[in-house]
């Protein structure tokens, strides 16, 4: 089974103006709402691959409800602990022509200790041996740094395996607890480890590193130019295939959910990064928040190339 964690979610609300003033009253000329977290697009890719997933995290009030029949209504099973606060509704004002864009996120409701350990059972009572749990995003207020390292040190005690995709402290605290794999990309790369990122070489010294604060396998994503594998014993670098990019946002997200697909087929490491690397760029190659299809995926990943380094 597969499960995706989101612990501050957001309902997404984009509205589109011809343009964009200030101190004046703008007409919507399209509204649109999406359902925004990292590890709902991973469950959305793997819909897309047919592949069933549980989506966790906190959701509350009734941004929350919409956000769970909105995802149920996606076919995505849902596993959430519902905490007091009303969940964030993030907006985008965008204009038609795309050149201006205001976009304010809420900070998200304050988590009670009370429901960060609601959720640590929860995850507790239902991690199995050979589950695959894909956490992902940043932390909402209250909940602290070490959130995600707790998390991992219990999905190990029940021989589930992890994928971690944030960034900064709890990065870096995450790693400690050892996770199976990490997939920042290469800015949070530097951001966490200091090192430049601008050379293959130095993508590679900084992957290094971050095997050396704890994760097993390590995935640095780069955009259009492809990713970098580093296990232990091996560096692979995965050459994207071309496209037409439209919105590169959520690519990262996509290629968790590719590569998580394909490991729990049983693919090696180095070709679930193929199918990684497949549905990100299928994702960046569609309009809005739209995941690539799965045709789409299987064309792109028979151009995917794999280079040992
Ligand atoms: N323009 C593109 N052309 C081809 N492949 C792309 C393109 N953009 C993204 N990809 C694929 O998707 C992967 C992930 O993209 P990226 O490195 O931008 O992730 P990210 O920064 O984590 O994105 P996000 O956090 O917004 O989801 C890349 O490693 C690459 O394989
Ligand atoms: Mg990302």
Redesign the pocket.
């Known amino acids: 089974m597969i499960y995706t964690l989101t612990l501050n979610p957001a309902i997404d609300r984009e509205l589109t103006v011809t343009e964009v003033q200030y101190d004046s009253v703008l007409s919507a000329v399209k509204s649109q709402v999406d359902f925004g977290g990292?590890g709902f697009?991973v469950s959305r890719l793997l819909k897309s691959m047919g592949m069933p997933s549980t989506a966790l995290g906190f959701i509350g009030g009734r941004t929350g409800d919409r956000l769970r029949s909105g995802l149920q209504a996606l076919d995505i099973a849902t596993d959430f602990v519902v905490i007091s606060g009303e969940t964030r509704t993030n907006i985008s004002i965008v204009t038609e022509k795309h050149d201006h864009y205001i976009k304010v996120n809420e900070k998200g409701p304050l988590v009670e200790e009370s429901s960060q350990r609601e959720l640590l059972d929860k995850i507790a009572s239902i991690a199995g041996p050979g589950d695959w749990w894909v956490l992902a995003g940043s932390l909402p207020p209250g909940v602290p740094d070490s959130f995600y390292a707790q998390i991992i040190a219990i999905l190990n005690e029940h021989k589930a395996v992890t994928i971690l995709?944030t960034t900064g402290e709890s990065l870096r605290l995450g790693c400690e607890a050892k996770p199976f794999l990490i997939?920042?990309?290469?800015?949070?790369t530097h951001k966490l480890t200091g090192l430049p990122v601008e050379t293959t070489a130095q993508i590679v010294l900084a992957a290094k590193e971050l095997l050396k604060m704890g994760a097993q396998n390590v995935v640095i994503?780069?955009?259009?130019?492809?990713?970098l594998l580093q296990t232990a014993d091996e560096s692979w670098l995965?050459h994207?295939?071309?496209?037409q990019?439209k919105n590169?946002?959520?690519?990262?997200?996509?290629?968790v959910g590719g590569l998580v697909w394909a490991l729990s087929q049983g693919y090696s490491l180095k070709e679930s990064l193929g199918w990684?690397?497949a549905?990100?760029?299928a994702?960046?190659?569609m309009s809005g928040t739209e995941v690539g299809s799965r045709a789409l995926i299987e064309e792109l990943f028979q151009q995917v190339t794999y280079e040992a380094l």
Not at 221 to 227: C, F, I, L, T
Not at 248 to 255: C, L, R, T
């Open positions: 990292k697009n995709d997939k920042p990309n290469a800015e949070e994503s780069m955009g259009k130019k492809g990713a995965v994207s295939p071309k496209i990019e590169p946002i959520g690519a990262g997200d996509s290629m990684g690397a549905s990100g760029a994702t960046a190659s």
